[in-house]
């Protein structure tokens, strides 16, 4: 097997749980076939003691089985077909854990304290905050109210992510409001308006900006989409978002302009 190849193996398993260490245990079982631990450890050049330790863990994966043979202990690799078996598992607990995750939170959520006064403020840092602010809006029961240098934020979201999100948003009967300043990805986003259930106007760029708030709820999330400094500030309160969402949105949404046809 090319490098390449094995590159590619080691990044799929590591979807099943596995490291870079069991993969490569797994790839040399099926490339030798039955063995010892003590075998392997040697063929691998690898610590016996933490061979066994990465055999434990195929083991409980499925991914390998054991055997005995004159009182020795022998390792062998199960079918690789077996990866669309755990696939299919993996599924059906994704589905059982659908149907019933609603409730768990439900149940949790009823136990969390809350003090109007008070408001909760999280921080996520990096893209992966910006993906979990984006699903969080998909619990919204009002608009969503968006104003974002979109140009940045498609870039470091991922366009691709972004139209998706639009769809599975617009599945769920949220309805958005979107400030933009004029580029190229608004003008897609503006095609799709009704499919997306958005509006789209657009104000424009004097200064150099790299930000943006989004609102639902009685939330709003600012972000600083300053390369290095990637950051989402989640505050749920309210208030505040009262004061965003009835005064300054609607005063910049009455200032911005429709997108020309």
Same mark, same amino acid.
């Given at each position: /097997?090319?490098?390449?190849?094995?590159?590619?193996?080691?990044? =799929?398993?590591?979807?099943?749980?596995?490291? !870079?260490?069991?993969?490569?245990?797994?790839?040399?079982?099926?490339?030798? &076939?039955?063995?010892?631990?003590?075998?392997?450890?040697?063929? /691998?050049?690898?610590?016996?003691?933490?061979?066994?330790?990465?055999?434990?863990?195929?083991?409980?994966?499925?991914?390998?089985?054991?055997?005995?043979?004159?009182?020795?202990?022998?390792?062998?690799?199960?079918?690789?077909?077996?990866?669309?078996?755990?696939? =299919?598992?993996?599924?059906?607990?994704?589905?059982?854990?659908?149907?019933?995750?609603?409730?768990?939170?439900?149940?949790?959520?009823?136990?969390?304290?809350?003090?109007?006064?008070?408001?909760?403020?999280?921080?996520?840092?990096?893209? &992966?905050?910006?993906?979990? /602010?984006?699903?969080?809006?998909?619990?919204?029961?009002?608009?969503?109210?968006?104003?974002?240098?979109?140009?940045?934020?498609?870039?470091?979201?991922?366009?691709?992510?972004?139209?998706?999100?639009?769809?599975?948003r617009s599945e769920k009967e949220i309805h958005t409001r979107l400030i933009f300043p004029p580029c190229d990805f608004a003008d897609r986003v503006n095609l799709k308006s009704k499919e997306y259930k958005?509006?789209?106007?657009?104000?424009?760029?004097?200064?150099?900006?790299?930000?943006?708030?989004?609102?639902?709820?009685?939330?709003?999330?600012?972000?600083?989409?300053?390369?290095?400094?990637?950051?989402?500030?989640? /505050?749920?309160?309210?208030?505040?978002?009262?004061?965003?969402?009835?005064?300054?949105? !609607?005063?910049?949404?009455? =200032?911005?302009?429709?997108?020309?046809?």
């Amino acid at each position: /097997m090319k490098n390449i190849e094995k590159q590619h193996v080691i990044a =799929q398993l590591r979807h099943f749980g596995c490291s !870079e260490q069991e993969s490569e245990v797994y790839i040399y079982c099926l490339s030798y &076939g039955p063995e010892t631990i003590q075998k392997m450890a040697k063929g /691998m050049g690898k610590n016996r003691t933490t061979v066994y330790s990465e055999v434990e863990q195929l083991l409980k994966k499925g991914l390998l089985h054991e055997s005995r043979k004159d009182k020795k202990r022998y390792i062998g690799s199960e079918n690789p077909n077996v990866l669309y078996s755990l696939l =299919q598992q993996r599924e059906n607990e994704i589905g059982v854990l659908k149907n019933n995750l609603g409730y768990a939170v439900e149940l949790l959520t009823n136990l969390k304290p809350f003090d109007a006064r008070t408001p909760t403020v999280r921080l996520y840092e990096g893209v &992966g905050g910006f993906k979990k /602010m984006l699903e969080e809006t998909l619990s919204a029961k009002n608009e969503v109210l968006v104003f974002t240098h979109v140009k940045l934020f498609s870039e470091l979201v991922d366009s691709e992510y972004l139209e998706k999100y639009f769809k599975r948003r617009s599945e769920k009967e949220i309805h958005t409001r979107l400030i933009f300043p004029p580029c190229d990805f608004a003008d897609r986003v503006n095609l799709k308006s009704k499919e997306y259930k958005i509006k789209v106007r657009l104000v424009p760029i004097e200064d150099d900006w790299k930000a943006g708030i989004f609102s639902w709820n009685d939330i709003i999330a600012i972000q600083s989409l300053t390369e290095g400094k990637l950051t989402c500030t989640i /505050m749920d309160n309210k208030d505040v978002a009262h004061f965003y969402r009835k005064i300054i949105f !609607e005063l910049l949404w009455l =200032q911005s302009k429709e997108i020309s046809l």
